[in-house]
Structures are given as C-alpha cells and as structure tokens.
C-alpha cells in the first residue's frame, strides 16, 4: 500500500473511531508525538482522543509533500472535535507520518499545531490531560478492542 493510500484509511479510521482500523496502519513499535499528548504508543494516543471526545471529523485536505530518506509523508489536517458538553473546537495543523516501506505501514505520527487553544477548550471542558501509559488509559484501551 503507497503512502496516499494509508494516509486516506487513516483519515477514515480516524473519524470513524476505529482503533483496530488505525492499528493495523502502524508498525507495533509505532510512536505519536503530539503538543497535548507528548510521546505515546498508537494505541494510547488514539484511546485517549477517542475516550475524551464524543463527536470528531477528521479532514485531510492536501498531502503536502514526501521526503524520500528516511521515506515519509506530510499532510495538512482540520480536526473537528466535540465533547459531552456539546463545546466545539477545530485544531488545524500538520501531520508527518514516518514509513516503514518494507512493511508497508506507518512507523511514526508527528502532529504539529499550537496547542494552546486546545489547552483552554480541554480546561474549559473539564477534560483532564492524557496520562500516558496510566492504568486507566490501558484499561480504555482494552474497552475499545
């Protein structure tokens, strides 16, 4: 599977909240860097997004770019998300996802945007931050399988 390929499953895995989906895009040893989240397996971070919001839309709508060594692709994203309290908010921003091109799957998630928005509207929401690696977060990880 090329790049723009993976990038289109992972952007309908992402808004349909579908953990298995997403999982099978990634090497296991796969890492997320993200403002608010910090470094996380795959697993974690997307636990985490999918456990603190109720609605989400993810929109892809320019691949900006691939870089040849080490082999990667960038795309520009909007991320609707909304939460139980029916707040709203729109992260915009870039994703650099890291390939792994013998297997065919992603190997990293850099995600780059100013977080200090989403840091106000996750206070303001009552969401507390990820805690990576918790208990709690495994074990609504475990929930989602």
Do not use: W
């Amino acid at each position: 599977m090329n790049a723009v390929e993976l990038c289109k499953k992972y952007q309908d895995a992402l808004s349909n909240k579908d953990l298995p989906a997403i999982r099978s895009l990634f090497t296991p040893d796969a890492v997320v860097s993200a403002p608010v989240s910090g470094k996380a397996n795959i697993e974690q971070f997307h636990t985490y997004l999918f456990t603190s919001t109720k609605k989400t839309v993810a929109n892809f709508p320019n691949v900006l770019g691939a870089r040849q060594n080490p082999p990667s692709i960038t795309m520009q994203f909007s991320y609707t998300l909304s939460v139980s309290t029916g707040d709203v908010a729109v992260i915009d921003g870039i994703v650099v996802f890291g390939i792994d091109e013998s297997l065919g799957k992603f190997k990293s998630l850099d995600v780059i945007y100013d977080p200090s928005e989403i840091r106000r509207f996750m206070q303001d929401a009552g969401i507390e931050p990820p805690a990576t690696g918790s208990a709690a977060t495994q074990q609504a990880g475990q929930q989602l399988r």
